[in-house]
C-alpha cells in the first residue's frame, strides 16, 4: 500500500497465477495509484516492493496483465525488466470497443541472502 499524509495513495498485490500446484511458484500482479497521484514515484515503489516480496517468497515468475493501450504501464515495466511475452487481443469490451490485453513477465532474481 502507498500512503502520504495518512491517506492511500495507491495499492498492489499478487497472488496465484492458475489455481493448480504445477503453477505455484507463477504470480500475477496488479498495482495501481490514485490518478491525483501518479508522477511521484509511488507505482515504482509498489512494483519494487512486491518484487521483493515475491522474491523473497520463493516465487519465480512475476506476470502483468496490462491493457494494450497502457503505454504508460507497459513501459513502467519494461524499465523493471519485465518482457512482453504474450498479446490477446480484443479480449475484453469497454466502452463500445475492443480491448487487448498484454502479458509481460519477469523471472525473479534471488533476494540477497
Ligand atoms: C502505471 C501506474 C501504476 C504508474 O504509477 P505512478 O505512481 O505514476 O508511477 P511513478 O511515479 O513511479 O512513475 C514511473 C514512471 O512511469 C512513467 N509514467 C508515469 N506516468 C506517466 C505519464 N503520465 N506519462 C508518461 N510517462 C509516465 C514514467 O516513466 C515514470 O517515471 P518518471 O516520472 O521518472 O518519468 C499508474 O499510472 C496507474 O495506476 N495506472 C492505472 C493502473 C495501471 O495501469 N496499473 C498497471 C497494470 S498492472
Redesign the pocket.
Known sequence: MSVSDGFVT?FGSYGAFRPWDGYALTVE?????DAA??????????LTALLDHAARAGMHVMI?V?SAD?L??I??HE?FGFAVTGRLPEVGRKFDRWLGLVLMQKTLDLPEA
Open positions: 495507491g500482479h496488479s498495482i495501481y495509484v497521484c501518479r508522477r511521484h514515484g509511488a507505482g515504482r515503489r509498489l502483468g496490462i497502457n504508460i504501464s513501459r513502467l524499465e
